[in-house]
């Protein structure tokens, strides 16, 4: 791309003053902008194309390559020659679970829970009656 340095740009602006004059160089500097800008736009397309392509043809030799390993592990090793399906044991270490009791165990007893007193009851009928709210004074009105 374009290359400018300090004095090429101050010698550029020398030149474009004295060559448009004062009255015009706002102008002229608003055409030159509108126009880097839009190279720039047509620039920043062509990258990012440019950019898409390549990640597209990168992407593609990738999955080539995966699929070449793919089929070697394949060829490596056959379905066939893999292993069995590992078989779920709910209880590796052979112990017998708490829940579950052996059959000539006794059955267990369980208590039945307690029952309320009639009194424990009424307390809890009983809620607290709130207490009554204050009437508020009327509001006097603005005199106008």
Known sequence: MLDFNAPEFLVVAIVALLVI????????????GHWVGKARGVARQFR???DNMVRE???AEMEKKWAEENARIMRDYPPEKALPAPVYDPNPEGTVPAAVEPEDAPPAT????????????????????????????PRKKAAS
């Open 57 to 59: 043809a990168e992407l």
């Open 110 to 137: 369980v208590e039945p829970p307690a029952l309320k007193s009639e009194a424990a009851d009424a307390a809890i009928d009983e809620v607290p009656a709130k207490p009554a709210r204050k009437q508020r004074a």
């Open 21 to 32: 004059g004062p009255k015009d160089l706002p102008k002229a500097m608003r055409f030159v």
């Open 48 to 50: 990012s194309g440019f």
